[in-house]
Structure formats: C-alpha cells, structure tokens
C-alpha cells in the first residue's frame, strides 16, 4: 500500500498539475489566487527542486524531515494569513489542511509508532486536495468575473475609533 502513496509516478503527476494550476492561477487569478499559487510554486517545487540537486535528498517517512517540516509550516503560516485576508472562502480551507500536514510533522516526532503509511498519507494527501481547491477556486473566480464583473480581493479592514467603525468605498 505504501507504493501507491510513495509512487515514481506520483510526484511527476502532482509538479506537472501544480504547475499548470499555479500559471492558470498566476494569470487568470486575483491576489489571493496569486499569493497562493506562488507560495506552492516557491515552497513546494523551487525550494525542494533546489535542495534535491545539491544534496539528493528524499522526503523521509522514517522520521521528521525538518525542511519540508519547516517549508510546511511556513507555507501553513503564509496561507492563513491570506485565508484571512481573503474576500473568497476557499483559502481557509487550504489553510486548514495544511494545519494537518503540520500536525503530522508534529505527531511523526512526537510518536515513534506512527505507520510510515498513515505520516505519508497525513502528509502528500492534503496537497492534491490543496491543488484541486485552487483549481476551482479560479473557476469559481473566473466565472464570478464574467458574470458579474470585478470585485474586492480582500477583506476590507473595519478600524474602530470609538464606537462607530470608519466607512470605506466599496470596490
């Protein structure tokens, strides 16, 4: 079972669909579109891309691996604050499977009895559902666009002096 998770053809399939998701995003998305496609692109393809070439190292199932720990906590921390920031629903959800993957990272160090299939699943699983919720999410943003034209990209911030909040024009 564990080959299915830890394929040869599973991280072709998955870098070949995150960067056709993340270029669509890039130029048919909005900011939240964008900050996320080009936080996958950086943390999850440059980065590991970049240290596989020097070092040759493999994503670990035996223990923590504390790059992809670490490129997974930062990738978890950049996503919530668009999640929050965001005028879309989608990011929050993206936001919270990575709180998964981390918690794996956490759990995997904590307890050494963690099935090597149960951390690559809580690992590699949340990514293709991270893809495909950004897949429609730019659907979803694309058609929105075209039916009813443009709109705000992010929350508008309500700054309270007192007790009346300060009005901003709406987009």
């Not at 040869?8 to 048919?28: G, H």
């Not at 199932?61 to 930062?74: G, Q, T, Y």
């Amino acid at each position: 079972m564990l080959e299915l998770l830890v394929s040869e053809y599973r991280p072709v399939v998955q870098n070949v669909l995150a960067y056709a998701i993340c270029l669509a995003a890039l130029v048919w998305g909005a900011g939240p579109e964008r900050a996320i496609a080009l936080a996958w692109l950086l943390l999850f393809e440059a980065v590991p891309g970049i240290y596989k070439t020097f070092w040759g190292a493999r994503f670990q199932l035996e223990e923590v691996d504390i790059l992809f720990a670490s490129l997974d906590l930062c990738a978890g921390a950049f996503w919530l604050i668009v999640a929050l920031n965001a005028n879309r629903n989608y990011p929050l959800v993206i936001a919270a499977l990575q709180l998964l993957v981390i918690s794996a990272h956490i759990a995997r160090g904590l307890i050494d009895a963690i099935s090597p299939v149960a951390y690559a699943a809580m690992v590699m699983a949340p990514g293709w559902l991270q893809l495909l919720l950004l897949g429609a999410g730019l659907v979803r943003h694309v058609l929105r666009e075209r039916t009813y034209g443009p709109y705000r990209e992010w929350r508008v911030p309500v700054r309270w002096y007192g007790l009346r909040p300060i009005r901003q024009k709406r987009v």
